[in-house]
């Protein structure tokens, strides 16, 4: 036995902790930087947050102009901000691209250099500032993992800093921040949580030696990631739809926001997969939604891997509520992805990647910069060489999942 679990100094989850930011945010630091985005700071529960947090501490600096994707134009301008401020906590209020670039100003803030100097796995060598982290979405588990996605210019494909030194110090869950978040938005956001439980629960295993924990940040699966990921898969599964459909539905919210939080626990051990690896140079040329993304390749790259997890899409087709007690693995893994085909057409994810401009010729160049992920890659359970990933790609811009693309070939 040789595992990790890796999570925030203090976890608060359920409607109302968002009153005790202000209290985290003082015992953290005096001289904060606040990172969110304009709409965000517009509304006025998260403008009553910030003006508590100025009642309560020495220094407040408002970084309001956080944009898509964590270009590195933003990190630049967030990390001058930090410094008018001399800034020793940061209280990131948003979504994933906020709390992303809140971690990686928290590692120049206290490291110096730059993002470049970080890309990669456990780069950033040692502790950043303090960090408070306060999702408004329920989707990318930010708040709770070890990672930092940017847009780098210079790249075909966005970057990642992954380091146990970034995962936040404090994560505070409140769903009531999430009701004025646009059905778009949920839905987006949403499938990007559950993609995390599902590529989890069906990561490659791996064999590890007793230093991978401190040099490897992504790992494989383990039953503590399976029971997170699942749990995640149930309350996604049972309540996405109500919360794009009607965000004013209370209980659909706290399903979300507690499914997204857990399936944020289960990959920042078990890692993400294939679909996180190809929406990289994907998202980066067609500058779509990294949740629309994922979710449109998801279950291309799960019928690519079916030979390998079926049972375990058995599993998942049970804990999301489908009458598969009589089936076999096989017959219950055809009802899964039938069902996520389903779920993805109704909260409005495209079906294919021709549907949102991906050329076909561009297909075997994207599965190469795929391929070169090795962090995210190794944990297909797949073929995962450059004709593997290309078969999927194929299957996802013709939106026929009935093509059999478990060998390049097609056979």
């Not at 949580?193 to 490659?204: D, I």
């Not at 857990?262 to 929406?279: K, W, Y």
């Not at 500058?287 to 449109?296: A, F, I, R, W």
């Amino acid at each position: 036995m040789l595992e990790t679990v890796r999570g925030p100094r203090q976890l608060i989850v359920g409607e109302g902790v968002a009153q005790n930011i202000p209290r985290v945010v003082a015992e953290s630091g005096s001289r904060v930087l606040v990172v969110t985005d304009r709409v965000l700071l517009g509304q006025p529960g998260v403008a009553g947050i910030v003006a508590a947090v100025r009642e309560q501490t020495e220094a407040v600096e408002v970084f309001s102009d956080a944009t898509p994707d964590v270009p590195l134009t933003d990190v630049a301008l967030a990390v001058s901000a930090a410094a008018r401020v001399d800034a020793d906590v940061i209280l990131a209020i948003g979504g994933g691209t906020v709390i992303d670039l809140a971690k990686i100003v928290g590692v120049i803030r206290r490291h110096g250099g730059t993002p470049r100097d970080f890309y990669g796995e456990s780069r950033v060598p040692g502790p950043t500032i303090p960090l408070v982290a306060v999702p408004t979405t329920s989707g990318t588990g930010s708040e709770l993992t070890p990672v930092s996605v940017l847009t780098d210019p210079e790249r075909a494909l966005k970057v990642g800093v992954s380091s146990v030194h970034i995962v936040p110090d404090f994560a505070i869950v409140d769903p009531e921040l999430t009701y004025t978040c646009p059905a778009t938005v949920t839905a987006h956001s949403g499938i990007d949580a559950f993609c995390h439980a599902v590529e989890s629960y069906t990561a490659r295993p791996r064999p590890h030696g007793p230093r991978d924990p401190v040099e490897q940040v992504f790992l494989g699966r383990n039953p503590v990631t399976d029971h997170y990921a699942l749990l995640a898969a149930e309350r996604i599964a049972r309540s996405l739809r109500r919360a794009v459909r009607n965000g004013g539905d209370t209980d659909a919210r706290a399903d979300m926001s507690y499914g997204s939080m857990l399936a944020g626990l289960a990959f920042s051990h078990a890692g993400n997969g294939a679909p996180h690896a190809l929406q990289y140079p994907i998202g980066a040329a067609t500058h779509t939604p990294h949740g629309l993304g994922v979710g449109l390749l998801l279950p291309y790259a799960l019928d690519a891997a079916r030979d390998a997890i079926s049972d375990r899409l058995a599993v998942l087709a049970r804990v999301c509520g489908l009458d598969v007690a009589d089936a076999s693995d096989a017959e219950a893994a055809d009802a899964f992805l039938t069902w996520l085909d389903g779920l993805l057409a109704d909260i409005g994810i495209p079906a294919s990647l021709a549907d949102i401009g991906v050329a076909r010729a561009d297909l075997p160049r994207f599965a190469e910069l795929a391929g070169g992920v090795t962090r995210l890659i190794q944990n297909h359970p797949g073929p995962t060489d450059t004709a593997s990933l290309t078969a999927i790609l194929e299957a996802a811009w013709a939106g026929d999942r009935a093509r059999d693309v478990r060998t390049p070939q097609g056979r």
